[in-house]
């Protein structure tokens, strides 16, 4: 990626900002049109699709859309002895950009709904089951980015890892936060998407874990291609630099 590195938090914070915006503020509209929680997942769950795939493909090019500290970390470590990868410094950048960008979408949402600014969520989602669901959508979400890349086919992360999320919404107990960011910038709105701040340590350390889990797939499953002075192992670190006769790999949520 040609892109300064404050360029590139830029984009991950205005990224993580709109995807939070995006699925707190279809959350609040979905309780003031219907009773029906199963409507509401549904309208909330199809705006984060939407919403996902527009933001990977219009930031892609310039951070790689990451928006997650897990993609971000779990980039770091497999690509951290390569010349393009992520350097500390990046992360150092990355990870704060994406925090604050996930609170800032928030407040925006409420202020658009009229809603409490900056309420903290009584949203409880303390269960072990709800955990086991977070490392399951975590793992399934670094094993779809890395998997892509490993397979030269990056170009379909847009619509892949749109597609993952939005199903991950109904097959997890948890609906899949999968994304440490998110998960703190909505404990600050008390609506629909909350999530009370005494359940967001155990989401992050489950995401965290699911993440390790989706990177032992990832090298179980995918052979690593080489050639000759490069290696695409997993998603590079510019955020990520393929040989130039393979697509730009980009990455969620």
């Given at each position: 990626?040609s892109?300064?590195?404050?360029?590139?938090a830029l984009?991950?914070a205005?990224g993580s900002a709109?995807?939070?915006?995006?699925?707190?503020?279809?959350?609040?509209?979905?309780t003031?049109l219907t009773?029906?929680?199963g409507?509401?997942?549904l309208?909330n769950?199809l705006?984060?699709?939407?919403?996902?795939?527009?933001?990977?493909?219009l930031?892609?090019?310039v951070?790689g859309a990451?928006f997650?500290?897990v993609?971000?970390?779990?980039a770091?470590?497999?690509?951290?002895?390569?010349?393009?990868?992520?350097?500390l410094?990046d992360?150092?950048?990355?990870l704060?950009?994406q925090?604050a960008?996930a609170i800032?979408?928030?407040v925006?949402a409420?202020?658009m709904?009229?809603e409490?600014?900056?309420?903290w969520?009584?949203?409880?989602?303390?269960?072990?089951?709800?955990?086991?669901?977070e490392?399951?959508?975590?793992a399934?979400?670094?094993?779809?980015?890395?998997?892509?890349t490993r397979?030269?086919r990056?170009?379909l992360?847009?619509?892949?890892?749109?597609?993952?999320i939005g199903?991950?919404?109904?097959?997890?107990?948890s609906?899949?936060f999968?994304?440490?960011?998110?998960?703190i910038?909505?404990a600050?709105t008390d609506t629909?998407?909350g999530?009370?701040p005494?359940?967001v340590?155990?989401f992050?350390?489950?995401q965290?874990a699911?993440?390790?889990?989706?990177l032992g797939?990832v090298?179980?499953?995918?052979?690593?291609v080489?050639?000759?002075?490069r290696?695409l192992?997993?998603?590079?670190?510019?955020?990520?630099?393929?040989?130039?006769d393979?697509?730009?790999?980009e990455r969620?949520p």
């Amino acid at each position: 990626m040609s892109a300064s590195l404050g360029r590139r938090a830029l984009a991950e914070a205005v990224g993580s900002a709109a995807l939070v915006t995006v699925v707190v503020g279809s959350g609040i509209q979905a309780t003031e049109l219907t009773d029906d929680v199963g409507v509401q997942l549904l309208a909330n769950s199809l705006a984060t699709v939407f919403g996902l795939g527009v933001l990977i493909a219009l930031f892609g090019p310039v951070s790689g859309a990451h928006f997650n500290p897990v993609v971000t970390l779990a980039a770091w470590f497999t690509d951290r002895r390569t010349p393009d990868g992520l350097t500390l410094r990046d992360l150092a950048a990355y990870l704060p950009a994406q925090t604050a960008g996930a609170i800032g979408g928030a407040v925006l949402a409420d202020a658009m709904f009229a809603e409490p600014l900056l309420r903290w969520s009584t949203h409880d989602r303390s269960a072990g089951h709800l955990w086991l669901g977070e490392l399951v959508a975590t793992a399934g979400l670094v094993l779809l980015v890395f998997g892509l890349t490993r397979t030269g086919r990056a170009q379909l992360a847009p619509a892949a890892v749109a597609s993952y999320i939005g199903a991950a919404y109904w097959f997890t107990s948890s609906t899949s936060f999968a994304n440490p960011a998110v998960t703190i910038g909505r404990a600050l709105t008390d609506t629909f998407a909350g999530i009370a701040p005494a359940s967001v340590a155990p989401f992050i350390v489950a995401q965290l874990a699911g993440g390790a889990v989706g990177l032992g797939l990832v090298a179980a499953v995918f052979t690593p291609v080489h050639q000759p002075g490069r290696t695409l192992s997993s998603p590079t670190a510019n955020p990520n630099s393929p040989p130039p006769d393979l697509p730009r790999p980009e990455r969620h949520p």
